[in-house]
């Protein structure tokens, strides 16, 4: 599969399909090429074969969950923004490991489309040998 570049590509990785299709619909709307991944093992997958300007990926799915996909996309593409979805409360930093900026669920249209655009555009580079910052926006 190979995808013509005019735009930003992003993967976006969950097993939830209705967060799939709202990402996938918000993200096209945005203008962004989409590629959707039912989880971690699939998304990876899918990132050996094809080059992402951006990961959003689940925290919990099966095969491999969020935290392993940003490790070995962070070892294969260190520059490569990962944005990690959650509904669960992350409090040590040291837990993010790869991921380089988090999004709470349940989250608002407007705060994805404001992290994604902040993240495509370099806002949210840190060097890869720090640790992962958590990042949260209001709404």
């Known amino acids: 599969m190979t995808l013509e570049r005019n735009s930003e590509c992003i993967l976006v990785a969950d097993d939830d399909e209705g967060i799939r299709n709202m990402l996938f619909f918000l993200l096209t709307k945005m203008g962004h090429q989409v590629v959707l991944a039912e989880n971690g ?24 969950n969020g935290f392993e996909l940003a490790a070995k996309v962070k070892s294969m593409s260190p ?5 990690m979805l959650t509904g669960s409360r992350i409090e040590d930093d040291k837990e993010l490991g790869c991921v380089d900026h988090l999004l709470y669920k349940p989250f608002q249209l407007g705060d994805v489309h404001r992290t994604v655009e902040i993240a495509l555009s370099g806002g949210f580079f840190r060097p890869p040998a720090e640790g992962g910052t958590e990042f949260q926006i209001q709404g």
């Open 79 to 83: 520059h490569t923004p990962i944005i």
């Open 41 to 64: 093992e699939q998304a990876f997958e899918l990132f050996t074969r094809e080059s992402f300007s951006l990961v959003l990926t689940d925290l919990s799915m099966p095969e491999m």
